[in-house]
């Protein structure tokens, strides 16, 4: 099954600061990987996908091989991205299991 | 804009009472998961199916908790009885299941507390 591990559950930084949220996986082949976000009372929605190498809200992330990591950056963290961040593997044909999220504080 | 809808959003009951939470998933989603969240386990989960079968409740406990799919417009996860270490929040997130690309699309959730 395709495993992904998100060591840290709090992370806290202050606003203007770089900020990375780590996340590996522990599958072969050729990983597809997502970032979720849930911000407070809200619904987890899609922050972005490996496959589309875009920027979301000022967040990117690479897919490492050699360290099988996919790990969530942004160079100047914002209050309002305080929030729960979750990486995940895409769904289609198998069960999705998502890594134990990271809670991001971003203090003024 | 098509969304996933869960009922209800808030349920408060007592110990050994039964629950049951309902979703909607998104018009056209083949596969349907169910997912609690608690602070100490982050997102589990619990059931999923695909075409309205069930692939995978091995993290449901089975004793007290089903999960059922009686049609393609309905998902349910039923707690009988209830307890109190079941309080959390229960999503369900549906998606298209495109092998490698699916992205899941996750109601509000069910925020369930036992007393």
């Known amino acids: 099954a395709q495993r992904v591990t998100q060591p840290e559950k709090l992370l806290s930084v202050f606003k203007g600061a770089p900020v990375e949220l780590k996340c590996n996986y522990s599958y072969s082949g050729s990983p597809e990987l997502f970032w979720y976000v849930q911000y407070s009372r809200q619904r987890l929605q899609l922050l972005l996908r490996?496959?589309s190498r875009e920027s979301i809200k000022g967040f990117t992330a690479d897919l490492n091989k050699g360290e099988t990591s996919f790990h969530l950056k942004k160079p100047f963290a914002q209050e309002e991205d305080s929030a729960m961040y979750y990486c995940?593997?895409?769904?289609?044909?198998?069960?999705?299991?998502f890594g134990a999220g990271t809670r991001l504080f971003v203090k003024a | 804009d098509a969304r996933v809808t869960q009922t209800p959003r808030h349920k408060v009951t007592e110990m050994g009472q039964e629950v049951t939470m309902r979703c909607q998933p998104i018009l056209g989603h083949n596969t349907v998961f169910w997912y609690r969240q608690t602070m100490m386990q982050g997102l589990e989960l619990l059931a999923y199916?695909?075409?309205?079968?069930?692939?995978?409740d091995s993290g449901m406990p089975k004793d007290r908790f089903s999960a059922e799919m009686p049609d393609a417009t309905l998902a349910t996860l039923k707690i009988q009885p209830s307890e109190p270490r079941d309080s959390a929040v229960y999503f369900c997130?549906?998606?298209?299941?495109?092998?490698?690309?699916?992205?899941?699309?996750f109601g509000e959730g069910s925020r369930l507390t036992v007393l």
């Open positions: 997130a549906s998606g298209s299941g495109r092998m490698n690309t699916g992205e899941l699309f």
């Open positions: 490996h496959i």
């Open positions: 199916f695909r075409n309205r079968a069930p692939l995978d």
């Open positions: 995940a593997p895409p769904e289609g044909g198998f069960k999705t299991i």
